[in-house]
């Protein structure tokens, strides 16, 4: 059954560091999201991505975050200056069409210093 | 906006039926659906229903009330590896485009323990 998957599977980096976070989602899917969660907390939307551009974006994506779809099977999350706050559990997930049944990725632990 | 409200945790034994609530207040609406996740793993779906009614997949069961704004995901027969957090879950439609896909919004979750 194809999955998406996510890589690396932890990251730990310095206070002010950038990271990139990717992404393979499922190949015919054509909607994609990222979403985090903060340990013991609910899983919160970032970010989504249709068409090659953001559809949608919460208050939590802020300046320091972009996302790309680099070539036709990649999608990235880059964090420009990691904060404390960042640490945090990201999740890619995408779906075939609009829909309720998204498909998430194992996660990336992100652990800031 | 959106925001759901469900338990933080139930216990339950081997064997035994749960059943896990949720409400949920929102701006348009499509369905309820429920996610299970493992020891922080991926959410994994589960169910969804966009009508009222109960929705059978198995020993799991959804159920929605659009008119109540509430929903419950029964599970039936627990078994220990049912132990997990199940999220609520709607999805947020985008104005004025309707088929650019939408962000899910969870409730907070519900831990599940099934004890021996």
């Known amino acids: 059954e194809p999955e998406v998957t996510q890589t690396p599977s932890h990251q730990v980096t310095q206070m002010g560091q950038e990271v990139i976070l990717r992404c393979v989602p499922i190949s015919n899917h054509l909607y994609f999201y990222w979403y985090r969660q903060i340990l013991g907390q609910k899983v919160e939307f970032l970010v989504s991505?249709?068409?090659?551009?953001?559809?949608?974006k919460s208050e939590i994506f802020d300046d320091q975050f972009s996302v790309e779809r680099p070539d036709g099977s990649n999608f990235t999350l880059k964090i420009r200056s990691t904060k404390l706050e960042d640490s945090a559990m990201y999740f890619c997930?995408?779906?075939?069409?609009?829909?309720?049944?998204?498909?998430f990725g194992p996660g990336t632990r992100l652990t800031v210093l | 906006g959106q925001s759901l409200e469900q338990p933080s945790e139930v216990t339950a034994v081997e064997g035994a039926i749960v059943q896990i609530n949720c409400t949920y207040q929102t701006s348009g609406f499509y369905g309820l659906s429920w996610y299970q996740q493992h020891d922080g793993g991926a959410p994994t779906f589960l169910s969804y229903n966009a009508l009222d009614g109960l929705e059978e997949t198995g020993r799991f069961s959804s159920f929605l009330s659009r008119s109540d704004s509430y929903g419950y995901l029964l599970l039936q027969e627990l078994q220990m590896k049912d132990s997990a957090s199940y999220f609520c879950?709607?999805?947020?439609?985008?104005?004025?485009?309707?088929?650019?896909?939408?962000?899910?919004?969870f409730g907070q979750g519900t831990e599940l323990s099934v004890k021996p």
């Open positions: 991505f249709y068409n090659n551009e953001i559809s949608e």
């Open positions: 997930a995408s779906s075939e069409i609009p829909t309720d049944t998204q498909y």
């Open positions: 879950a709607v999805r947020a439609p985008i104005f004025p485009v309707y088929n650019q896909g939408g962000k899910l919004i």
